[in-house]
């Protein structure tokens, strides 16, 4: 099994009658309906590069497997605000490992749920680079002395939000998609 290279991240979202449907069209959204996809876990490869989807996903094959750290989140709730994110977390040293987390919600905005993913993402690196940190800090006063101490060096998120309409289902993805 070979590792991954690059990573794509993208986010889509759709609205229709049947959830299924929806989901379909988020897929579709996000340029990744064609694939068959395989939630994986939330390993950030090292010496993966992030690429746009446009050139990351031109070489893949429609029907292919794609391995993917993926966040859903659905509603038929009128006036539902639904957010799912994927947050990245990298190390300097490249040779190391980072982390990807995924994240849904109901009632965040973009940036609060992106916020979050990053957040996710940077705690789990963190705990493995041995960096101290106060969980009850804020984000922002976390993130600032994390990169501080020159191990974590970057950190971003793909965020997709969108409100529900009654009697349509809605749908938001979004999606790291691993590719060797």
Known sequence: M?????????????????????????????????????????IFPPKCEIVPAKQGLRGLTP???????????????????????VGVAIPKDRDRFGYLSEY???GEDDKTAGDY??????QMLATI???????????NKRLDLWKLSDEIVHTRNITQTSVGKKGVWTTVIAAGILIP
């Open 2 to 42: 070979s590792v991954a290279s690059k990573l794509v991240l993208t986010k889509g979202v759709g609205q229709n009658k049947e959830k299924l449907v929806s989901f379909e069209l988020a897929l579709r959204n996000a340029k990744i309906a064609p694939f068959n996809i395989v939630k994986v876990s939330s």
């Open 63 to 85: 029907g292919q497997i794609v391995h993917a750290v993926l966040a859903e989140a659905s509603t038929d709730e009128h006036h539902r605000l639904i957010a799912a994110s």
């Open 117 to 122: 993913a990053e957040d996710i993402a940077a």
């Open 129 to 139: 680079l041995g960096l101290e940190f106060d969980v009850n800090e804020s984000y």
């Open 104 to 106: 849904h919600s109901h």
